[in-house]
């Protein structure tokens, strides 16, 4: 089992930075897929974020690709979004998922076993 919580979130102009944080609680929770996605209000989940239980292989969706970079710290058992150059359409509550033990990312919601409870991020013009 693996509960996730997520933290960083909050109101920034168009341009500026954040960097959510996913902290991880369980003994495997290293050996996890991790993934972020996002809910804006009236849209469906999307994907953003994917990196395999190293760290390796980061993907990103298109409308984030050069601005958002996902990262993890396993001694910390965290995983970071950094989000630079924001948009007011990246206004979203963000989630951080978990896919494993060993689990390869992935963009699809559905292949993630765990989810924590998401993080507004809201961005003015």
């Known amino acids: 089992q693996v509960q996730l919580v997520e933290s960083g979130g909050g109101l920034v102009q168009a341009g500026g930075s954040l960097r959510l944080s996913c902290a991880a609680s369980g003994r495997t929770a290293s050996s996890y897929a991790m993934g972020w996605f996002r809910q804006a209000p009236g849209k469906e989940r999307e994907f953003v974020a994917s990196s395999s239980w190293s760290g390796a292989s980061p993907y990103y969706a298109d409308s984030v690709k050069g601005r958002f970079a996902i990262s993890r710290d396993n001694a910390k058992n965290t995983g970071y979004l950094q989000m630079n150059s924001l948009k007011p359409e990246d206004t979203a509550i963000y989630y951080c998922?978990?896919?494993?033990?060993?689990?390869?990312?992935?963009?699809?919601?559905?292949?993630?076993?765990?989810w924590g409870q998401g993080t507004q991020v809201t961005v003015s013009p």
């Open positions: 998922a978990a896919r494993g033990p060993w689990g390869s990312s992935s963009t699809i919601g559905g292949a993630y076993d765990f």
